[in-house]
Protein backbone atom coordinates (compact mmCIF):
# COMPACT_ATOMS: atom_id res chain seq x y z
CA UNK A 1 0.00 0.00 0.00
CA UNK A 2 3.07 2.49 1.04
CA UNK A 3 4.10 1.78 -2.59
CA UNK A 4 0.87 2.52 -4.54
CA UNK A 5 1.16 6.06 -2.65
CA UNK A 6 4.52 6.84 -3.31
CA UNK A 7 4.16 6.07 -7.25
CA UNK A 8 0.33 8.45 -7.06
CA UNK A 9 2.70 11.20 -5.07
CA UNK A 10 5.10 10.86 -8.21
CA UNK A 11 2.58 10.70 -10.87
CA UNK A 12 0.90 13.83 -9.26
CA UNK A 13 4.47 16.11 -9.11
CA UNK A 14 5.47 14.65 -12.76
CA UNK A 15 2.50 16.12 -13.93
CA UNK A 16 1.94 19.00 -12.23
CA UNK A 17 -1.10 18.39 -10.19
CA UNK A 18 0.48 19.51 -6.76
CA UNK A 19 -0.21 17.87 -3.59
CA UNK A 20 0.18 21.20 -1.80
CA UNK A 21 -1.99 24.18 -2.04
CA UNK A 22 -0.72 26.96 -4.82
CA UNK A 23 -1.64 30.23 -5.06
CA UNK A 24 -3.51 31.61 -8.16
CA UNK A 25 -0.75 34.34 -8.60
CA UNK A 26 1.75 31.73 -8.62
CA UNK A 27 0.30 29.76 -11.57
CA UNK A 28 -0.57 33.39 -13.06
CA UNK A 29 2.84 34.95 -13.11
CA UNK A 30 3.78 31.00 -14.67
CA UNK A 31 1.17 31.19 -17.45
CA UNK A 32 2.94 31.04 -20.49
CA UNK A 33 2.97 33.16 -23.05
CA UNK A 34 1.71 30.83 -25.53
CA UNK A 35 -1.39 30.24 -23.65
CA UNK A 36 -2.08 33.76 -23.07
CA UNK A 37 -0.11 35.88 -25.67
CA UNK A 38 -1.83 39.49 -24.85
CA UNK A 39 0.80 39.25 -21.59
CA UNK A 40 3.92 39.00 -21.46
CA UNK A 41 5.86 37.55 -18.01
CA UNK A 42 6.51 41.52 -17.24
CA UNK A 43 2.45 42.44 -17.94
CA UNK A 44 1.69 39.43 -15.54
CA UNK A 45 4.02 41.01 -12.88
CA UNK A 46 3.01 44.97 -13.24
CA UNK A 47 -1.02 43.50 -12.96
CA UNK A 48 -0.16 41.42 -9.59
CA UNK A 49 1.69 44.45 -8.09
CA UNK A 50 -0.61 47.12 -9.32
CA UNK A 51 -3.58 45.36 -7.59
CA UNK A 52 -1.63 44.57 -4.43
CA UNK A 53 -0.53 48.08 -4.62
CA UNK A 54 -4.59 49.46 -4.15
CA UNK A 55 -3.70 50.50 -7.70
CA UNK A 56 -5.77 50.63 -11.51
CA UNK A 57 -4.57 47.19 -12.50
CA UNK A 58 -4.38 48.19 -16.29
CA UNK A 59 -1.16 47.76 -18.98
CA UNK A 60 -0.48 48.24 -22.34
CA UNK A 61 -0.86 44.71 -23.54
CA UNK A 62 1.74 42.74 -26.27
CA UNK A 63 -0.45 43.77 -28.94
CA UNK A 64 -0.97 47.57 -27.65
CA UNK A 65 -4.37 47.04 -26.20
CA UNK A 66 -5.78 47.71 -22.84
CA UNK A 67 -6.03 44.37 -19.93
CA UNK A 68 -6.52 44.93 -16.70
CA UNK A 69 -6.65 42.72 -14.34
CA UNK A 70 -10.42 42.96 -12.35
CA UNK A 71 -10.17 40.26 -9.66
CA UNK A 72 -7.68 38.08 -7.87
CA UNK A 73 -7.84 36.22 -4.69
CA UNK A 74 -6.38 33.05 -3.44
CA UNK A 75 -7.62 30.46 -5.99
CA UNK A 76 -9.68 32.93 -8.94
CA UNK A 77 -8.60 35.53 -10.94
CA UNK A 78 -10.87 37.62 -13.69
CA UNK A 79 -8.83 39.52 -16.46
CA UNK A 80 -10.10 41.97 -18.83
CA UNK A 81 -8.05 41.09 -22.03
CA UNK A 82 -9.69 43.51 -24.48
CA UNK A 83 -12.55 45.10 -24.53
CA UNK A 84 -13.72 41.31 -26.52
CA UNK A 85 -12.01 39.28 -24.87
CA UNK A 86 -12.05 38.45 -21.38
CA UNK A 87 -9.94 35.29 -18.92
CA UNK A 88 -10.77 33.95 -15.87
CA UNK A 89 -8.73 31.05 -13.87
CA UNK A 90 -9.69 29.15 -10.63
CA UNK A 91 -8.09 26.40 -9.04
CA UNK A 92 -9.74 23.56 -8.44
CA UNK A 93 -9.33 20.38 -6.33
CA UNK A 94 -8.61 17.53 -8.33
CA UNK A 95 -8.89 13.45 -7.30
CA UNK A 96 -9.29 11.10 -10.04
CA UNK A 97 -10.36 7.28 -9.57
CA UNK A 98 -7.60 5.54 -7.72
CA UNK A 99 -5.85 8.56 -6.39
CA UNK A 100 -5.12 8.58 -2.98
CA UNK A 101 -3.20 12.32 -2.85
CA UNK A 102 -5.76 15.16 -3.28
CA UNK A 103 -4.53 17.49 -6.27
CA UNK A 104 -5.31 20.87 -7.82
CA UNK A 105 -5.60 21.62 -11.53
CA UNK A 106 -6.26 25.20 -13.01
CA UNK A 107 -10.12 25.99 -14.85
CA UNK A 108 -9.28 28.38 -17.50
CA UNK A 109 -12.29 30.20 -19.19
CA UNK A 110 -11.57 32.16 -21.91
CA UNK A 111 -14.57 34.26 -23.37
CA UNK A 112 -14.37 36.00 -26.75
CA UNK A 113 -17.08 38.70 -28.66
CA UNK A 114 -19.23 41.68 -28.28
CA UNK A 115 -22.84 41.53 -28.71
CA UNK A 116 -22.20 37.82 -28.82
CA UNK A 117 -19.88 35.79 -26.75
CA UNK A 118 -18.87 32.27 -26.56
CA UNK A 119 -16.39 30.80 -24.24
CA UNK A 120 -13.96 28.54 -24.76
CA UNK A 121 -12.83 26.19 -21.43
CA UNK A 122 -9.74 24.43 -20.67
CA UNK A 123 -8.33 22.45 -18.06
CA UNK A 124 -4.48 22.41 -16.77
CA UNK A 125 -1.81 21.06 -14.04
CA UNK A 126 -0.61 23.28 -12.23
CA UNK A 127 2.73 23.47 -14.15
CA UNK A 128 0.22 24.21 -17.39
CA UNK A 129 0.21 21.14 -18.77
CA UNK A 130 -2.91 20.68 -20.90
CA UNK A 131 -5.05 18.23 -19.17
CA UNK A 132 -7.20 16.63 -22.34
CA UNK A 133 -8.96 13.62 -20.37
CA UNK A 134 -11.34 16.03 -18.42
CA UNK A 135 -14.56 16.67 -19.80
CA UNK A 136 -15.38 19.52 -21.51
CA UNK A 137 -18.59 21.38 -19.95
CA UNK A 138 -19.41 22.80 -23.04
CA UNK A 139 -18.65 19.97 -25.69
CA UNK A 140 -21.44 19.22 -28.02
CA UNK A 141 -22.89 16.55 -26.09
CA UNK A 142 -23.03 18.04 -23.04
CA UNK A 143 -24.64 21.40 -24.67
CA UNK A 144 -27.09 18.88 -26.51
CA UNK A 145 -28.22 17.53 -23.42
CA UNK A 146 -28.57 20.98 -21.36
CA UNK A 147 -30.97 21.90 -24.68
CA UNK A 148 -33.10 18.52 -24.83
CA UNK A 149 -33.99 19.37 -20.85
CA UNK A 150 -34.76 22.75 -20.85
CA UNK A 151 -38.20 23.77 -22.01
CA UNK A 152 -37.05 27.18 -23.14
CA UNK A 153 -34.36 26.03 -24.94
CA UNK A 154 -35.98 22.94 -26.97
CA UNK A 155 -39.12 24.99 -27.31
CA UNK A 156 -37.01 27.30 -30.04
CA UNK A 157 -36.80 24.63 -32.60
CA UNK A 158 -32.85 25.35 -32.70
CA UNK A 159 -30.28 22.80 -32.50
CA UNK A 160 -27.55 22.50 -30.01
CA UNK A 161 -25.07 23.78 -32.80
CA UNK A 162 -26.80 27.18 -33.07
CA UNK A 163 -26.27 28.32 -29.72
CA UNK A 164 -23.86 30.62 -28.25
CA UNK A 165 -22.75 29.36 -24.53
CA UNK A 166 -20.80 31.80 -22.42
CA UNK A 167 -19.58 30.28 -19.14
CA UNK A 168 -18.68 32.34 -15.98
CA UNK A 169 -16.46 30.61 -13.08
CA UNK A 170 -17.98 31.80 -9.83
CA UNK A 171 -15.22 33.82 -7.31
CA UNK A 172 -16.37 31.93 -4.66
CA UNK A 173 -16.95 28.32 -4.46
CA UNK A 174 -16.62 25.66 -7.40
CA UNK A 175 -19.17 26.15 -9.91
CA UNK A 176 -19.35 27.56 -13.51
CA UNK A 177 -22.76 29.29 -14.93
CA UNK A 178 -23.49 28.76 -18.56
CA UNK A 179 -25.92 31.20 -20.51
CA UNK A 180 -27.05 30.79 -23.63
CA UNK A 181 -27.59 33.03 -26.80
CA UNK A 182 -29.22 32.46 -30.34
CA UNK A 183 -27.68 34.80 -32.69
CA UNK A 184 -30.78 36.49 -34.93
CA UNK A 185 -29.43 38.70 -38.15
CA UNK A 186 -26.59 41.17 -38.75
CA UNK A 187 -26.98 45.10 -37.81
CA UNK A 188 -24.63 47.44 -39.32
CA UNK A 189 -21.35 45.56 -37.82
CA UNK A 190 -22.99 43.98 -35.16
CA UNK A 191 -25.18 40.56 -34.45
CA UNK A 192 -27.99 40.62 -32.80
CA UNK A 193 -28.90 38.20 -30.49
CA UNK A 194 -31.28 36.54 -28.51
CA UNK A 195 -30.82 35.50 -25.08
CA UNK A 196 -32.61 32.66 -24.03
CA UNK A 197 -32.81 33.73 -20.11
CA UNK A 198 -31.89 30.85 -19.61
CA UNK A 199 -28.61 29.96 -16.73
CA UNK A 200 -27.45 26.33 -15.66
CA UNK A 201 -24.90 26.38 -12.65
CA UNK A 202 -22.74 23.13 -13.20
CA UNK A 203 -20.68 21.86 -10.03
CA UNK A 204 -17.02 20.72 -9.26
CA UNK A 205 -17.22 17.23 -8.27
CA UNK A 206 -13.58 16.51 -8.05
CA UNK A 207 -13.09 15.25 -11.53
CA UNK A 208 -15.74 17.34 -13.81
CA UNK A 209 -18.35 19.98 -14.00
CA UNK A 210 -21.62 18.26 -13.49
Given at each position: ?R?I???????????G??????E????????????????S??N??D???F??????A????S?????T???????Y????L????????????????????D?????????????????????????????????????????????SS??????S??G?A?????????????????????????????I???????????K???????
Open positions: MYVIVFCCVFWQLVCAQNVIRDVFKQMPDTICRYLTNKLLIDLDSNMEKISNFNGTTLDVMTNDLKATTPASLLEMRLLPYKPAGATVGQIICMVTTYGDSIKESVVNFYTTGWKEIKRIKNPLSSDVIKQIVDSTLSSGMCDYCAEARLSSTDNTMTVSFALPQYIEGDKVTKHMNVLKTLWDGTSFK
